[in-house]
T-cell receptor
Framework: KAGVTQTPRYLIKTRGQQVTLSCSPI?????VSWYQQTPGQGLQFLFEYFSETQRNKGNFPGRFSGRQFSNSRSEMNVSTLELGDSALYLC????????????????FGPGTRLTVT | QKEVEQDPGPLSVPEGAIVSLNCTYS??????FMWYRQYSRKGPELLMY????GNKEDGRFTAQVDKSSKYISLFIRDSQPSDSATYLC???????????FGGGTRLMVKP
C-alpha cells in the first residue's frame, strides 16, 4: 500500500504571500490531520478532517485553514505568510475505524518544508 | 509547563546497548499512547501504539505505560546504528485524532 504523500516537498515563499499544501492519505483512510513542526515548538496539531468536515482544531490563527475532498485528499492553506510560519508541515492519515473498533494510529507523510523569507 | 515532557538528549549509547526513552505527562485523560521515530528530514514513523496501562512488545521494542504515574517508556534492545534518530512520544484522549507530542529525544547509537 502506498504511504501518505505530500506535495510539494519544498517551498520558498515571501512574507505576505499565501501557500497551499496538498496531502494524499493512505488508500482507505478517511481522517487527515495536519501538524506544524518547528525546532522551538516541536510538533503541534493544526486541524483534522474526516469525511470532508473539520473535526478538531488546534490553537493556530485563522490564517491557517484546510479542507478535505470527497476522495479524502486534503489541502491546507496559509494566508499572509509570516517569517514564523517557516516550518515542516506534516500530514497524517488514520483509518479511524477498523472492524468496528476506533483506532488512533496515525501515519505521517514526509512533510512539506516551507521557508518564508 | 508542557503537557508532555520528554528529555531532549542527545542520548549516546554503544551498539548493542539497551536504550530507555521516557515521557511524562500531566493530563490524566490521555488514554492512547504512541511512539514515533523520525529520521532527519523525514516524517515521523509509527513504532508502537498502546492503550491504557501495561506493556507491549514488538521485536526489539517494548512500550510501557504507567497511567498511575503518568509515565510512559520505550525500551530498545540490542540497539543498532540504524536506530539513531529522534524518538517522539505522542498521546491522545478518546476524542478524535489530535495527538499531543513530546519534544523528542535524539538518540545516537555508536558502532
Amino acid at each position: 500500500k502506498a504511504g501518505v504523500t505530500q506535495t510539494p516537498r519544498y517551498l520558498i515563499k515571501t512574507r505576505g504571500q499565501q501557500v497551499t499544501l496538498s496531502c494524499s492519505p493512505i488508500s482507505g483512510h478517511r481522517s487527515v490531520s495536519w501538524y506544524q513542526q518547528t525546532p522551538g515548538q516541536g510538533l503541534q496539531f493544526l486541524f483534522e478532517y474526516f469525511s470532508e468536515t473539520q473535526r478538531n482544531k488546534g490553537n493556530f490563527p485563522g490564517r491557517f485553514s484546510g479542507r478535505q475532498f470527497s476522495n479524502s485528499r486534503s489541502e491546507m492553506n496559509v494566508s499572509t505568510l509570516e517569517l514564523g510560519d517557516s516550518a515542516l508541515y506534516l500530514c497524517a492519515s488514520s483509518l479511524d475505524f477498523d472492524s468496528g473498533r476506533q483506532t488512533y494510529e496515525q501515519y505521517f507523510g514526509p512533510g512539506t518544508r516551507l521557508t518564508v523569507t | 509547563q508542557k503537557e508532555v515532557e520528554q528529555d531532549p538528549g542527545p542520548l549516546s549509547v554503544p551498539e548493542g546497548a539497551i536504550v530507555s526513552l521516557n515521557c511524562t505527562y500531566s493530563n490524566s485523560a490521555f488514554q492512547y499512547f504512541m511512539w514515533y521515530r523520525q529520521y532527519s528530514r523525514k516524517g515521523p514513523e509509527l513504532l508502537m501504539y498502546t492503550y491504557s496501562s501495561g506493556n507491549k512488545e514488538d521485536g526489539r521494542f517494548t512500550a510501557q505505560v504507567d497511567k498511575s504515574s503518568k509515565y510512559i517508556s520505550l525500551f530498545i534492545r540490542d540497539s543498532q546504528p540504524s536506530d539513531s534518530a529522534t524518538y517522539l512520544c505522542a498521546m491522545t484522549i478518546n476524542a478524535g485524532n489530535m495527538l499531543t507530542f513530546g519534544g523528542g529525544t535524539r538518540l545516537m547509537v555508536k558502532p
